[in-house]
């Protein structure tokens, strides 16, 4: 993305769509009165209130609403009503289908901030392949759920304002250590299955981040071990691990999902730490992806840097 093109600080304005599931109209009002509160306008895409069984409308219904808020060119940023599951299909419409030269979207999605998590990490994917930065932060219908000052990291984010962007985790320190890289990742369950597409292809010098929601350790083992298999991480300078959100082993005699993190990272010879406050939770401040950060694993912090080079 061009940091330098014009993002003066005004309030932006916000185009909202639904790329996955349904969701719930009363937290997706409060959501917008939460918009409305940091002083930003939006515009609902009428497909947000599709519906086709699972998901928000059939697959060509949802990604038209992408691409028009993606041509749209008084949208500044492209926000996720909520997650749940679709947006790997969105991508295989895009591959399948040809919509577009992958550069023409390129173009269009530079002009663009994309905002979610959970199922949103797919078209995080999306734009990281394009060399493009987006936002890991709230869907609408989680900014209700928020505190104040997840709200106040988020209005930060959507202006550009990365120098006030630095991150505590209150986590176990897995490896300790200090590094700086590129900032990618989201959700384990939606990140692994995009392992050997082109939609995943990192280069050296990543910061990974990790959360989930609802999945027992050894799902989690399950997928940390895929990555390792992959050969992926061989392209990761550091993990930072945020809320795993009910996660917990079902029996006090089973393995924990921090003994899970230690077995499964630390031997990898990069710094890792848990407990960074974006997620599934009660605490998921905005982290902006495809920018670069400095990770002190050993003081539990990361923090954005001025540049977008490593």
């Known amino acids: 993305m061009n940091d330098e093109s014009a993002r003066d600080g005004h309030p932006k304005k916000i185009g909202i769509f639904a790329p996955s599931s349904p969701f719930d109209r009363d937290r997706f009002d409060q959501g917008l009165s939460v918009l409305e509160t940091l002083g930003f306008s939006y515009h609902v895409h009428p497909q947000t209130s599709a519906r086709h069984g699972y998901l928000a409308g059939d697959d060509a219904t949802r990604l038209g609403a992408f691409l028009d808020l993606l041509k749209d060119d008084s949208i500044d940023v492209i926000m996720a009503a909520r997650g ?15 919509l577009g030269d992958v550069f023409e979207l390129g173009a269009m999605a530079k002009k663009k901030l994309l905002v979610g998590f959970s199922d949103v990490t797919a078209l995080h994917a999306l734009f990281q392949s394009l060399g493009l930065v987006s936002i890991h932060g709230p869907v609408v219908t989680q900014l209700s759920l928020l505190s104040r000052h997840d709200h106040l990291v988020l209005a930060h984010a959507l202006r550009h304002e990365w120098e006030h962007l630095e991150y505590e985790a209150l986590g176990p320190i897995i490896t300790g250590g200090l590094t700086s890289g590129r900032l990618v990742g989201g959700c384990l369950a939606v990140l692994a299955p995009l392992v050997g597409t082109r939609f995943l292809d990192w280069n050296d010098g990543v910061i990974l981040l990790l959360e989930d929601v609802a999945e027992a350790p050894y799902r989690i083992d399950r997928m940390l071990t895929h990555l390792r298999l992959s050969g992926i991480l061989r392209s990761v300078r550091a993990i930072c691990v945020g809320d795993l959100v009910r996660c917990d082993a079902p029996r006090p005699d089973e393995q924990s999902i921090d003994d899970v993190l230690r077995d499964r990272l630390s031997d990898l010879g990069i710094p890792v730490v848990a407990g960074f406050p974006f997620g599934h939770g009660t605490r998921n401040a905005a982290v902006p992806l495809g920018r670069v950060a400095l990770l002190d694993a050993d003081a539990r912090r ?9």
């Open 84 to 98: 749940g599951y679709g947006a790997h299909r969105l991508l295989e419409k895009l591959h399948l289908d040809d």
């Open 302 to 310: 990361l923090v954005l840097t001025p540049t977008r080079s490593i």
